[in-house]
């Protein structure tokens, strides 16, 4: 059946997967990581995992440092959301129009020049603001313009069959980073200093640099009809999405999970006040870590679920895990029960993206999947930004316990509902 037909959601089995001779089942399936072109890029993201957190850290450390603010903070965070949703839609279109290994090269290029030019202000004790703001900015653009062409290129290096295990592998390693990214950055500040920080992620680039340039060339398939990369081509991704229901529901599932359910704008709050027997330190680092922990967990074990072909049912159920998860995690009056319940959720997070992912990879063209993944990039950035706010206001309306369960409730009612109500998901299989 053709992916491109709008009339019905439900496709016909694919080639079987080939079965794994190795008896535990349970592990990380890594059958992506023996094609060769997968796994230069899969260890491009693991190098880059790691550094681009490095940035992520001496960035908001470095605005603190010369304002003393965290509202400032804030707002140099911002400065960053809507040049990566600009150029996310946008670099998904010019993901479809162009060689996806020649955009890469590109944008894996601005991004390490704009790491470059970080340390350069920093080295220098430029002591501006306006000027990491804007160097924020630029590297986000960049951002926007690479996501979409990376994850768009994983399903001409695997087949379908292994998309699931891919995405797996993927989200495992930028969990990871995200884990290792800070307790590093929080090691090395104090010995080489938060200039250095920039530098370490420059070079990380370098060799994602070098891993792409070894990638086969990836231009439009054969038969695709010559494009420019502008606000139609961009309108036309919405019209997709729009006229397959399957991809609809999964953008609206991510959508569910994490502005109703992602409740870490309270976690502070949660920490000073609920978990302050704890120590509010040890708390609100247990807190922020859970989750990742999880994630990370569920890739390391993903063998268990990553040759399921039923991936519409994998979403619904992983999503009403996490709801169920996050109202367990509002009921706990205990540190370590709470904790454990955000792992749960956790895991049904990476469970969520690895089967999301996979379903924008097979059930889109090729010449749609950069613009599949462009609105994807968008959702994911998009949506706990949102929640941070929602969650923010209910917390300080009705208590954050309250907030935190009653969003998590939310999420498990609204998921079941449009399951119920849209079919198209609960069919869609590989």
């Known amino acids: 059946m053709d992916a491109s037909d709008s009339t019905t959601e439900e496709r016909e089995p694919g080639p079987q997967a080939p079965r794994r001779r190795h008896p535990r089942r349970w592990a990380m399936d890594t059958r992506p990581l023996r094609r060769p072109a997968y796994r230069r890029l899969w260890g491009s993201t693991a190098v880059t995992a790691v550094g681009s957190q490095l940035t992520a850290v001496a960035v908001p450390k470095q605005v603190y440092d010369i304002t003393g603010s965290s509202a400032w903070v804030g707002a140099a965070s911002l400065a960053g959301l809507v ?15 162009m060689d996806r290994r020649k955009l890469l090269l590109i944008t894996n290029s601005g991004i390490a020049v704009t790491s470059l030019l970080f340390w350069l202000q920093a080295f220098a004790a430029v002591d501006s603001v306006a000027v990491l703001m804007v160097l924020l900015a630029v590297q986000q653009a960049f951002w926007g313009l690479n996501a979409p062409a ?3 290129s994983i399903a001409r290096l695997v087949p379908e069959h292994e998309l699931p295990a891919a995405g797996a592998l993927g989200s495992t390693v ?3 980073g995200q884990i290792a990214g800070p307790l590093l950055a929080g090691a090395l500040i104090p010995v080489i200093g938060l200039p250095e920080l920039y530098l370490i992620d420059a070079l990380a680039l370098c060799v994602t640099v070098w891993a792409v340039h070894r990638l086969p060339p990836l231009p439009p398939l054969a038969g695709t009809a010559a494009r420019r990369a502008g606000v139609k081509e961009i309108a036309a991704g919405f019209r997709y999405i729009s006229g ?7 953008f609206l599932a991510d959508i569910v999970a994490m502005v109703l359910g992602m409740p870490r704008a309270l976690f502070p709050q949660l920490a000073a006040q609920t978990f302050a027997g704890y120590g509010e330190g040890l708390a609100l ?3 922020f870590a859970a989750i990742p922990v999880g994630a990370v967990l569920g890739g390391l ?3 268990t679920f990553s040759r399921a072909r039923r991936h519409g049912w994998m979403v619904i159920g992983a999503v009403v895990v996490w709801g169920a998860a996050i109202a367990g995690f509002g009921l706990s009056g205990s540190l370590w029960i709470a904790v454990a319940f955000l792992a749960v959720a956790g895991v049904a997070d990476m469970v969520s993206m690895v089967f999301r992912g996979a379903i924008l990879l097979s059930a889109a063209t090729d010449e749609m999947r950069g613009r599949m993944q462009g609105v994807f990039t968008v959702v994911v950035a998009g949506g706990p930004r949102l929640a941070d706010l929602l969650h923010g206001t209910a917390g300080s309306a009705f208590g ?3 907030a935190v369960t009653g969003g998590g409730l939310l999420v498990v009612a609204v998921m079941l509902a449009l399951a119920a109500a849209v079919p198209a998901l609960r069919r869609y299989r590989v």
């Open 83 to 97: 040049p990566l949703i600009v150029f996310a839609l946008w670099g998904g279109a010019v993901a479809d129009s």
């Open 150 to 152: 990376r994850s768009a």
């Open 174 to 176: 930028m969990q990871t």
């Open 244 to 250: 397959h229901t399957v991809l609809l529901l999964s």
């Open 285 to 287: 680092g247990l807190l």
């Open 301 to 303: 074990f993903s063998g």
């Open 400 to 402: 954050p316990r309250t």
